[in-house]
């Protein structure tokens, strides 16, 4: 993670209007964060300072269970909120959040955020949306895990930390344990799974992951992605 003050803040709070949200005090306290591929933002259970404005590239949200187990709960892109629940709540981080591609977030600590905008009409809307949207999308996923068969979860899960043809390009490969765990199946399953997706040419499987061949078969397995 790298914590960087520059340009760039002002060119996201023009791009995505955060002007009409955050008051002048609070944008005044953004500081911008860099996170790379696979490195973690916050951990389920760990401490909560900062609210993240995300503003570029996608992270993973999931949770895990007393047992170890994980499940992946949804994919984010901008504009999207981190930490927030935690700022209303004055609690621990509810789930781990992990970037999947390279990731800018706007940060701001919790003192000033109680500070300057604890009684802030827009701010304080935006967050109800926000959160309302976030509980919506948590329920439909939960319910799509235990309804869905795990084909389609799998694909969704791949079409979801494979974002575009540059990534393809760049080699990055799903790592199985990780799929497995996430989708909420066995390491067994899911390499049957992966078998047929491979004899159908959806994927390509190589040492040590696998690679997506045809996301428009995945897409039409899918119908929307469930994890987005």
């Known amino acids: 993670m790298k914590r960087t003050v520059d340009q760039l803040i002002d060119e996201y709070i023009e791009t995505y209007k955060l002007q009409t949200i955050f008051n002048k005090e609070l944008r005044s306290k953004f500081s911008l964060y860099t996170y790379e591929h696979g490195e973690r ?21 999931y ?7 994980t499940l992946i709960l949804s994919f984010k892109t901008p504009i999207e909120l981190i930490g927030d629940i935690e700022y209303v709540r004055g609690g621990s981080l509810i789930n781990t959040v992990e970037a999947v591609s390279t990731v800018h977030l706007l940060g701001i600590p919790y003192t000033a955020l109680r500070k300057y905008g604890g009684d802030d009409p827009a701010f ?47 080699d990055k490969k799903v790592n199985l344990t990780d799929a497995s765990n996430l989708i909420g199946t ?43």
């Open 41 to 61: 933002i916050g951990d389920q259970g760990g401490p909560a300072e900062h609210l993240y404005v995300l503003v570029k590239g996608k992270v993973k949200i």
């Open 63 to 69: 949770t895990t269970s007393e047992e170890g187990k």
């Open 124 to 170: 304080l809307q935006f967050l109800l949306k926000i959160i309302t949207d976030k509980f919506y999308v948590k329920s439909n996923s939960l319910s799509f895990n235990l309804m869905q068969s795990v084909d389609v979860r799998l694909a969704s899960y791949l079409l979801s930390v494979t974002e575009d043809e540059h990534e393809l390009e760049q």
């Open 186 to 228: 066995s390491y067994r399953h899911l390499n049957r799974i992966i078998k047929q997706f491979c004899e159908e040419g959806l994927i390509e499987r190589s040492s040590g992951g696998i690679l997506v061949k045809d996301r428009k078969g995945l897409e039409a397995l899918v119908g929307q992605s469930i994890y987005e």
